[in-house]
């Protein structure tokens, strides 16, 4: 029974990703990024002299640290711990230690930076008051420090998360202007993360980034998908029509750059995607006709990932560890509509997204294979 067990594992994983795996931290062995650079159309841009990433050891942060040090920038990263740098290992960065609650270490780390590239985060948590301590009181933290050290700053990008935003609530895309409804601890404290920058905007240059589920190599949680799908097994969690929208990282970058870029639009929230709709029931579809695979459609009932999902918190309770699916999570899961409009993202920054998604699995898959992650 230990295969079935570890299938389902995984697969709760994956189904977590929706809308919010924004920071998750990874362990693995070697940098492929800049091997990956003819894959790459970021566009060139006027130098940032230098930035301050938070985040940086995470999915999303490590290729933003990699994309600015490949412009020319000057990379400053705030770590917990300098002995565990994941992807920035080897790389020409500063490293300040310290975390959102040091307030000494965040002074230290603004001090003197051109731009804040805001991305870390915590997306699983024992309770719900560390989700607020660090996705919300922690930004707030970051930013009076930034007033207080460097009040020339010249632009304060949060990453924030689709989830902040909370499904749409009609048949179409949510908007930046519908109200935020997030139905997930998760949710919640990076809508207040979103809200202490907005109160604060008027002193210091700012701009919210809300992505969609962003996948891409580096990704644990889309690398439990492809494991799956290679040993012939494709996962059904529902049998509603569910629609979520979609972005690969370095589309996620482009955005990030944009925004840092950009001269009107302090103050702003743009929700990123590459501006397709994707049914959930086909996703599995979808990945075994890029990667040319063949699976066979499994259904796993509701109550199975809910059960799951209160014996992971109860076993938490024991471990002191983040559970790997909570009731939060399983909530996300179950929202028929998770699609947003990047319109205004287009209109404002010129954004355009470049990866489809068989461009966007493919480049993926092919990393899993030559990290022998696969």
């Known amino acids: 029974m230990k295969f079935p067990i570890y299938w389902l ?82 790389l020409p960065v500063e490293l300040i230690e310290g975390h959102c609650h040091n307030i000494n270490s965040l002074r230290e780390a603004v001090k003197g930076v051109d731009q804040v590239f805001h991305s870390a985060g915590v997306t699983k948590a024992i309770d719900e008051k560390t989700y607020f301590e660090v996705n919300a009181i922690g930004t707030k933290n970051l930013i009076q420090a930034c007033i207080e050290t460097n009040p020339n ?22 908007r930046e202007s519908d109200e935020c409804l997030p139905v997930s601890p998760y949710g919640r404290s990076k809508r207040k993360g979103e809200e202490f920058c907005l109160e604060l905007s008027s002193q210091i240059p700012m701009i919210i980034i809300r992505p969609s589920a962003v996948y891409g190599p580096r990704d644990r949680d889309v690398f439990a998908f492809f494991k799956i799908l290679s040993k012939g097994i494709k996962p059904q969690f529902s049998k509603r029509e569910q629609r979520i929208s979609l972005c690969y990282v370095l589309d996620v970058i482009e955005a990030i750059l944009l925004a840092s870029e950009s001269k009107s639009s302090e103050g ?15 996703m599995g579809d979808l990945f075994t006709e890029a990667l040319n695979l063949h699976a066979h459609q499994i259904y796993v009932p509701g109550w199975i990932i809910s059960w799951v999902a209160s014996a992971s918190e109860l076993l938490s309770r024991f471990t002191k560890r983040p559970p790997l699916i909570n009731r939060g999570k399983v909530e996300e899961m179950m929202q028929e509509n998770w699609l947003c409009d990047i319109t205004k993202a287009k209109t404002l920054l010129g954004y355009e997204p470049q990866f489809p998604l068989a461009v966007g699995l493919k480049i993926t898959y092919e990393w899993y294979l030559k990290e022998r992650w696969l």
């Not at 700053?153 to 949510?174: E, H, V």
């Open 153 to 174: 700053l010249k632009k304060f990008i949060y990453l924030s998360s689709q989830a902040a935003a909370g499904p749409c609530q009609s048949n179409g895309r949510k």
């Open 268 to 282: 702003e929230i743009f929700f990123i995607s590459d501006g397709q709709d994707y049914r959930l029931d086909r």
């Open 9 to 90: 594992e995984l697969f709760i994983r994956q189904s977590l990703k929706l809308p919010c795996l924004l920071s998750y931290p990874l362990a693995g062995k070697g940098h492929a990024y800049f091997a990956l650079l003819g894959h790459n159309t970021i566009r060139l841009r006027n130098m940032i002299q230098k930035a301050l990433v938070t985040g940086g050891t995470g999915f999303i942060g490590s290729h933003l640290v990699e994309t600015l040090l490949k412009r020319g920038s000057e990379v400053r990263c705030l770590v917990r711990n300098k002995l565990d740098l994941k992807w920035l290992h080897g």
